[in-house]
C-alpha cells in the first residue's frame, strides 16, 4: 500500500475499501458480540470479587470495562440488525426493482404523501447504508470516551492519594502543588464536559479558545484523545454524524432508566447484601453461597441454623484490615508496601543474597505472629450483646475467600434465636471506641 495519500491508486484503494468493508463490518461486529457476552459473566465476577474484599481500584478499573461491553453490545446488536435489514433491502431490490406507486393504485393525496416521504427504494438503502456505517464507527469511538472519563478519575485519585493525602510529603509541598492541580484537573474536566456536549462551543470564541487552549492540550493525554481526534471531528463535520450521535444518547439514558426499575415488595423493607436483626443476606452464610461468582459479604457462618455446640465464624480479608493493623501496632508497617501485582521471581546470585533473604523470611514469619496477636486483639466477638472469646486464625473459606477465620464456644447457649454482632476498636488519637461493622443472626438448636 502507497504510503502517499494523495496517489490517485491510493485513493482508489480507499473508495474500493469503503463498498466492500460491510463485509467485514458484519465479521468484526459478530465475533465481538460473541465475545462480549462471553465476558460479561467473568466481569461481574471480577466486580463482585473486589467490592467484597474493598479492592476499589480493581472493582472501578472493571465497572468501566463492564460499561464499555454494555455499549459495545447495545450499538454492535443495533449495528447487525439494520446490517440484516441492509442486506434484505437489497436482496428485495435484485427481485423487485424499485417502488412503483402508480402499480399500489392508491389516491393521488396517498400516492404524493408517499413519495415525498419516502422517495426511492434506492435512497432508502443508502439511508440504511449511512445508519449501519455511522453506528459501527460510533461505537468504538464511545468507548474511548469511556476510557477518557475513567483516567480522568484515575488521574483525580491519584492527586487525592499519592499527593494531598501522602504523609511521607512535607505538608506544605502536598498542599500547595496537590490542591491546585486538584483545581485545575476538576475545572479543566468540567470544561472539557462543557466543549464536548455543546461539540466545540469554547473553540469557536477567541478569546474563551485562548483560555481554554491549555486545558484543551492537558487534557488532550490525560483522555487519550489525540489518538481519537480525527474520528471525533469527522463525527463533528457531517450533519448525519451529529444527529446519530444525538440520537444515540436518549437512548442509553433510555436503557439505564429501564435497568433501574425495580418491583418493590414493601415500604419498610429491601433485598440488601447486609445482615441485621430483621433481615438474613445469604452473603453472610456459606451454605447459601453455592453458585459461581457469590461471595461473602465481610463476614460469614456456615448456616443460619447451629447445631453444633460450636459456631464457625468468618471474616473476609480487606486492605482496610491491614491498614487497621499498622495503626494499632506500627511495629507492623513496612519500609515499603509490597500490596498489589508484583512477581514471585528472585534472582539470586551469592550465598549473602541468599542468607539476607533466609534472614528477612524468619523476621517476617515472627512479625506474622504479631500481625495475628494485633488483629485478636482489635476484633471481638459478640452474642446477645455478650463477649465470646475468640482465637482467629488465617483461612480460606468454603467460597475460597481468603480471610480470618474462628469457633466460637456457644455450649450454654439457649435454644431459639441469636444475633451475632462482630466489633472493632476504634482508635482515634487518644480514644479507643467499639464499633459494630457486621450483624447476623442465627438460631440455635441442639442436635
Not at 437489497?90 to 393504485?105: M, N, Q, T
Not at 477567541?206 to 487552549?213: A, E, G, L, N, T
Not at 448525519?240 to 436518549?250: A, E, H
Not at 465470646?388 to 480470618?404: D, H, I, N, Q, R
Request: with cysteine; net charge positive; charged share 25%.
Amino acid at each position: 500500500m502507497s504510503r502517499d495519500i494523495n496517489n490517485p491508486a491510493f485513493k482508489k484503494l480507499l473508495q474500493k475499501l469503503q463498498e466492500e468493508s460491510w463485509q467485514l463490518e458484519l465479521l468484526i461486529s459478530g465475533f465481538a458480540i460473541f465475545g462480549l457476552f462471553t465476558a460479561t459473566e467473568p466481569v461481574e465476577i471480577i466486580i463482585k470479587e473486589a467490592q467484597t474484599s474493598d479492592l476499589m481500584y480493581r472493582a472501578l478499573i472493571f465497572t468501566f470495562l463492564r460499561l464499555s461491553i454494555a455499549i459495545l453490545l447495545i450499538n454492535l446488536l443495533l449495528h447487525v440488525i439494520l446490517r440484516g435489514l441492509w442486506i434484505g433491502a437489497l436482496g428485495l431490490r435484485y427481485v423487485s426493482g424499485d417502488i412503483d406507486y402508480e402499480a399500489l393504485k392508491y389516491s393521488p393525496k396517498f400516492t404524493n404523501y408517499l413519495k415525498n416521504k419516502i422517495g426511492s427504494f434506492d435512497k432508502y438503502i443508502a439511508t440504511l447504508e449511512n445508519y449501519c456505517s455511522v453506528i459501527f464507527a460510533i461505537s468504538f469511538l464511545l468507548i474511548f470516551y469511556v476510557l477518557a472519563f475513567a483516567f480522568t478519575m484515575i488521574a483525580i485519585t491519584a492527586i487525592a492519594e499519592l499527593l494531598i493525602d501522602n504523609e511521607s510529603i512535607p505538608e506544605w509541598l502536598r498542599l500547595g502543588l496537590g490542591i491546585p492541580m486538584m483545581i485545575f484537573v476538576l475545572l479543566g474536566m468540567l470544561l472539557t464536559f462543557v466543549d464536548f456536549l455543546t461539540q466545540g462551543f469554547l473553540k469557536r470564541k477567541k478569546w474563551i479558545s485562548k483560555i481554554y487552549f491549555p486545558i484543551y492540550w492537558v487534557f488532550s493525554f490525560i483522555t487519550l484523545s489525540f489518538l481519537y481526534r480525527p474520528l471525533v471531528y469527522n463525527f463533528l463535520d457531517n450533519k448525519f454524524g451529529k444527529r446519530i450521535s444525538i440520537f444515540l444518547v436518549p437512548i442509553y439514558v433510555l436503557l439505564l432508566l429501564v435497568t433501574s426499575i425495580e418491583d418493590k415488595k414493601s415500604n419498610y423493607f429491601e433485598r440488601s447484601n447486609d445482615s441485621n436483626e430483621y433481615y438474613a443476606s445469604k452473603r453472610n452464610y456459606e451454605d447459601m453461597l453455592t453458585e459461581e461468582g457469590q461471595f461473602i459479604k465481610t463476614a460469614a457462618i456456615p448456616s443460619k441454623v447451629i447445631t453444633t455446640p460450636y459456631l464457625k465464624v468468618f471474616m473476609a480479608y480487606s486492605d482496610r484490615i491491614e491498614d487497621r493493623m499498622f495503626s494499632r501496632n506500627e511495629g507492623l508497617k513496612p519500609e515499603k508496601d509490597r500490596r498489589g501485582l508484583s512477581s514471585d521471581i528472585v534472582f539470586t546470585t551469592s550465598n549473602a543474597d541468599r542468607a539476607k533473604r533466609d534472614s528477612l523470611r524468619r523476621a517476617k514469619d515472627s512479625l506474622k505472629i504479631e500481625y495475628i496477636k494485633t488483629f485478636n486483639s482489635t476484633y471481638k466477638v459478640f452474642i446477645d450483646s455478650i463477649q465470646y472469646p475468640a482465637e482467629f486464625t488465617l483461612a480460606e473459606s468454603a467460597t475460597k475467600e481468603f480471610g480470618f477465620e474462628s469457633y466460637v464456644n456457644i455450649k450454654g447457649l439457649a435454644e431459639g434465636k441469636h444475633i451475632l454482632r462482630l466489633k472493632r476498636d476504634r482508635f482515634r488519637e487518644k480514644d479507643t471506641t467499639e464499633v459494630s461493622f457486621a450483624t447476623i443472626p442465627f438460631w440455635y438448636f441442639k442436635e
